[in-house]
C-alpha cells in the first residue's frame, strides 16, 4: 500500500541498514536494524505509522539527502 509520508526504503542485511526517503525528498540511513524488523516494515499496511512505532527513535540514523541529490542529478 502507498505511503503518504514514506516515498521509498532499502535494507542492506548485511550492513544492517535501513535508507529509507520520504516524500519530501529527505533521505536518512538508520543503523543496525535488525532483518526481522526490515521485514515487519516492508509487510506492513501502514509504513508510516510502522515506522512511527518501531524505528523512529529507536536506531542510531544519519541523513544523506545531499549525498542521495548528488547521485541521481545529472
Same mark, same amino acid.
Given at each position: 500500500?502507498?505511503?503518504?509520508? #514514506?516515498?521509498?526504503?532499502?535494507?542492506?542485511?548485511?550492513?544492517?541498514?535501513?535508507?529509507?526517503?520520504?516524500?519530501?525528498?529527505?533521505?536518512?540511513?538508520?543503523?543496525?536494524? /535488525? /532483518?526481522?524488523?526490515?521485514?515487519?516494515?516492508?509487510?506492513?499496511?501502514?509504513?508510516?505509522?510502522?515506522?512511527?512505532?518501531? #524505528?523512529?527513535?529507536?536506531?542510531?540514523?544519519?541523513? #544523506?539527502?545531499?549525498?542521495?541529490?548528488?547521485?541521481?542529478?545529472?
Amino acid at each position: 500500500m502507498p505511503s503518504s509520508v #514514506i516515498r521509498f526504503f532499502r535494507y542492506a542485511p548485511d550492513t544492517r541498514e535501513l535508507q529509507v526517503t520520504f516524500v519530501t525528498g529527505r533521505v536518512y540511513v538508520y543503523e543496525d536494524v /535488525p /532483518p526481522e524488523v526490515a521485514a515487519a516494515f516492508r509487510e506492513a499496511r501502514s509504513k508510516g505509522t510502522f515506522f512511527n512505532l518501531h #524505528i523512529r527513535d529507536r536506531f542510531a540514523y544519519r541523513e #544523506i539527502t545531499h549525498d542521495y541529490a548528488d547521485q541521481t542529478e545529472a
